[in-house]
């Protein structure tokens, strides 16, 4: 295309809004002029102060100019001095400021400008193809930064999101947290699926909505045989749009979509009068979006189920950061996973040898409670025993360190080496000798608590050896209660141990053992919560199975870590009487 001069011009972008700020009307008008015959949409103004109505008009209507044409012989303030308020602004800030003068116009006047925050300068009168080169430079900058800002705002939001997934404790909580945070990236309502090995689903949605707008278990099954069939064969991680038809209703909300706490903007598609949805009723996409659902799917195996992030298919801007969530999100599901069956293994197997009831105990009442700990938790490897021997019933309680399926194992092993080498020999520092040669022999980087106590029902004689476990507690039924003075290294170190202790029981003493996890609070020192189960166990009422009912009642919470209880009472009489953890 040429113009009037046979020089060619370059092809227009589309067209953008120019601000002309000029005292002088004719040459305000001359320069709108030619703007708008270049295809520009113009805004005039006669001073610094009408420019400043202007903007701030425009910006709560959403739409500012791309660029600003300054006078800097303004009458009410320099053109410097508005540039540089403009500027001051965040609401501002990125606007392109392009002054101008016919009178000042020397190198100390360019510098002004430049200094106080403009893009460019201009000396006027100018060709029309000057100023609209100019113009075009500006804006063309300008959209450079705004997407830069832009591009990298979203990669911030996702590294925040990522980081919030592998934090993550659970499935369930992975599918809400990954629901929240594309959401987030995205602008939109959002949902996050999370398919196991065992045909379940784990779903998160963005938003609240009553339960009645909730999608049936039909559409659900729907989504996992989609998940699947889209998968089927693939690794990795893509996105794709899903016509509507084919997407179950439901998904993305029950009503108008709202920026609440979970989505901290629309996205700007959603917002009226930029071509991609209106404001009508009936153009709502989070009933039923007509465009379809955009996808975001991953899978880290082909032997391990998909996930996948959902939102209206209009936030398809977005399919790059929501395809990596997507990706981040099925390596977290990876590992969860195959926790969960760690830990299914390491329970079964630790339950599995932690008996439901005791052996007869000639002489004496033995009680026992065993509580997991709580769901999120790890698997500890707490362990109870009380074992009929030839000198008196052996009572004994203990955790390995570490939590995990290694230290279940061992804990099983420690236990079944109790039980064999107690038939030999049932001293308790003979067997906490032995205890830690096994482990030092077999397990040399494992180390184990263990608090064992023989007791002889006819004499009351008890002996107790501890290595590095909580001691017993003596309770009286009088109303106290005292610790018995038995210490010693952990198993697994090798170190000298010293003799065991001595103390006697009657009748109504309760010899009571137990493991950290029922006193033990982060942040606590453990001689403080010693203190506070010495006073609780005083003031329980008589009897064993009411003192271990009172202390797990007491110190009930959501623990992080496994809870035994051993309590015994002689029975002065010689008759059998035995309680187990399920009683």
Same mark, same amino acid.
């Given at each position: 295309?040429?113009? $009037?001069?046979?020089?060619?011009?370059?092809?227009?972008?589309?067209?953008?809004?120019?601000?002309?700020?000029?005292?002088?009307?004719?040459?305000?008008?001359?320069?709108?002029?030619?703007?708008? %015959?270049?295809?520009?949409?113009?805004?005039?103004?006669?001073?610094?102060?009408?420019?400043?109505?202007?903007?701030?008009?425009?910006?709560?209507?959403?739409?500012?100019?791309?660029?600003?044409?300054?006078?800097?012989?303004?009458?009410?303030?320099?053109?410097?001095?508005?540039?540089?308020?403009?500027? *001051?602004?965040?609401?501002?800030?990125?606007?392109?400021?392009?002054?101008?003068?016919?009178?000042?116009?020397?190198?100390?006047? %360019?510098?002004? $400008?430049?200094?106080?925050?403009?893009?460019?300068?201009?000396?006027?009168?100018?060709?029309?193809?000057?100023?609209?080169?100019?113009?075009?430079?500006?804006?063309?900058? +300008?959209?450079?930064?705004?997407?830069?800002?832009?591009?990298? $705002?979203?990669?911030?939001?996702?590294?925040? *999101?990522?980081?919030?997934?592998?934090?993550?404790?659970?499935?369930?909580?992975?599918?809400?947290?990954?629901?929240?945070?594309? *959401?987030?990236?995205?602008? @939109?309502?959002?949902?996050? =699926?999370?398919?196991?090995?065992?045909?379940?689903?784990?779903?998160?949605?963005?938003?609240?909505?009553?339960?009645?707008?909730?999608?049936?278990?039909?559409?659900?099954?729907?989504?996992?045989?989609?998940?699947?069939?889209?998968?089927?064969?693939?690794?990795?991680?893509?996105?794709?749009?899903?016509?509507?038809?084919?997407?179950?209703?439901?998904? =993305?909300?029950?009503?108008?979509?709202?920026?609440?706490?979970?989505?901290?903007?629309?996205?700007?598609?959603?917002?009226?009068?930029?071509?991609?949805?209106?404001?009508?009723?009936?153009?709502?996409?989070?009933?039923?979006?007509?465009?379809?659902?955009?996808?975001?799917?991953?899978?880290?195996?082909?032997?391990?189920?998909?996930?996948?992030?959902?939102?209206?298919?209009?936030?398809?801007?977005?399919?790059?950061?929501?395809?990596?969530?997507?990706?981040?999100?099925?390596?977290?599901?990876?590992?969860?996973?195959?926790?969960?069956?760690?830990?299914?293994?390491?329970?079964?197997?630790?339950?599995s040898f932690l008996p439901a009831r005791l052996?007869?105990?000639?002489?004496?009442?033995?009680?026992?409670?065993?509580?997991?700990?709580?769901?999120?938790?790890?698997?500890?490897?707490?362990?109870?025993?009380?074992?009929?021997?030839?000198?008196?019933?052996?009572?004994?309680?203990?955790?390995?360190?570490?939590?995990?399926?290694?230290?279940?194992?061992?804990?099983?092993?420690?236990?079944?080496?109790?039980?064999?080498?107690?038939?030999?020999?049932?001293?308790?520092? *003979?067997?906490?000798?032995?205890?830690? %040669?096994?482990?030092?022999?077999?397990?040399?980087?494992?180390?184990?608590?263990?608090?064992? +106590?023989?007791?002889d029902p006819a004499t009351g004689r008890a002996?107790?050896?501890?290595?590095?476990?909580?001691?017993?507690?003596?309770?009286?039924?009088?109303?106290?209660?005292?610790?018995?003075?038995?210490?010693?290294?952990?198993?697994?170190?090798?170190?000298?141990?010293?003799?065991?202790?001595?103390?006697?029981? @009657?009748?109504?003493?309760?010899?009571?053992?137990?493991?950290?996890?029922?006193?033990?609070?982060?942040?606590?020192?453990?001689?403080?919560?010693?203190?506070?189960?010495?006073?609780?166990?005083?003031?329980?009422?008589?009897?064993?199975?009411?003192?271990?009912?009172?202390?797990?009642?007491?110190?009930?919470?959501?623990?992080?870590?496994?809870?035994?209880?051993?309590?015994?009472?002689?029975?002065?009489?010689?008759?059998?009487?035995?309680?187990?953890?399920?009683?």
């Open positions: 295309m040429e113009n $009037g001069t046979g020089r060619k011009r370059e092809a227009r972008p589309d067209p953008t809004t120019v601000l002309v700020v000029d005292d002088v009307p004719a040459s305000r008008y001359a320069l709108g002029a030619v703007l708008r %015959r270049a295809g520009h949409r113009v805004l005039l103004a006669g001073s610094a102060g009408e420019a400043l109505l202007a903007l701030d008009a425009r910006l709560r209507a959403g739409e500012l100019p791309d660029v600003a044409l300054v006078d800097v012989g303004l009458p009410d303030m320099s053109g410097y001095d508005l540039c540089r308020r403009m500027k *001051a602004s965040p609401t501002t800030a990125a606007l392109p400021v392009v002054h101008f003068s016919a009178v000042a116009h020397g190198t100390l006047d %360019r510098c002004r $400008g430049l200094d106080a925050g403009a893009e460019a300068y201009l000396t006027v009168p100018a060709e029309p193809e000057e100023i609209e080169a100019v113009v075009r430079a500006a804006a063309r900058g +300008a959209r450079r930064r705004s997407a830069a800002t832009n591009r990298a $705002g979203r990669l911030t939001l996702l590294a925040e *999101a990522v980081l919030d997934i592998q934090a993550s404790g659970c499935p369930g909580e992975l599918a809400e947290t990954a629901a929240t945070q594309a *959401a987030r990236l995205s602008g @939109t309502p959002a949902a996050a =699926f999370v398919l196991d090995d065992e045909g379940g689903m784990h779903r998160g949605l963005s938003r609240r909505r009553a339960a009645t707008a909730l999608p049936d278990r039909g559409a659900h099954d729907a989504v996992a045989r989609l998940l699947r069939g889209l998968m089927s064969g693939r690794t990795g991680a893509h996105s794709t749009v899903i016509p509507t038809p084919v997407w179950p209703a439901g998904f =993305f909300g029950a009503g108008p979509f709202a920026a609440g706490p979970e989505v901290l903007e629309p996205h700007p598609d959603a917002r009226a009068g930029n071509g991609h949805g209106g404001g009508r009723a009936g153009d709502d996409p989070l009933l039923a979006p007509p465009d379809g659902a955009l996808l975001a799917l991953a899978r880290t195996r082909e032997d391990h189920p998909p996930v996948c992030l959902a939102t209206p298919a209009h936030a398809r801007d977005h399919a790059a950061e929501l395809t990596r969530l997507a990706h981040a999100t099925a390596r977290v599901a990876e590992q969860l996973f195959l926790y969960e069956k760690e830990r299914h293994v390491a329970l079964t197997l630790q339950r052996p007869p105990t000639p002489g004496a009442e033995v009680v026992v409670r065993y509580e997991p700990a709580s769901r999120q938790a790890e698997i500890g490897g707490d362990f109870y025993a009380a074992l009929p021997t030839s000198a008196g019933v052996l009572a004994g309680i203990g955790d390995v360190v570490g939590h995990s399926l290694d230290a279940a194992t061992v804990m099983v092993e420690l236990r079944h080496a109790l039980c064999a080498y107690c038939v030999e020999d049932p001293d308790p520092g *003979a067997l906490a000798e032995r205890l830690d %040669r096994m482990l030092l022999c077999y397990h040399p980087d494992v180390t184990a608590t263990l608090c064992l +106590a023989l007791v002996r107790v050896a501890n290595a590095g476990h909580i001691p017993p507690l003596v309770v009286h039924d009088g109303g106290t209660a005292a610790y018995v003075a038995a210490r010693g290294p952990l198993l697994g170190l090798g170190l000298p141990r010293p003799k065991t202790t001595e103390v006697r029981l @009657t009748p109504e003493d309760r010899l009571l053992m137990v493991t950290d996890g029922l006193i033990e609070t982060r942040g606590t020192d453990l001689a403080v919560s010693m203190e506070h189960l010495r006073v609780a166990a005083a003031g329980a009422p008589h009897g064993v199975t009411a003192l271990c009912d009172t202390l797990l009642e007491c110190f009930d919470r959501e623990r992080d870590d496994d809870i035994a209880l051993l309590a015994l009472r002689l029975t002065g009489d010689g008759r059998r009487a035995v309680d187990g953890p399920g009683s």
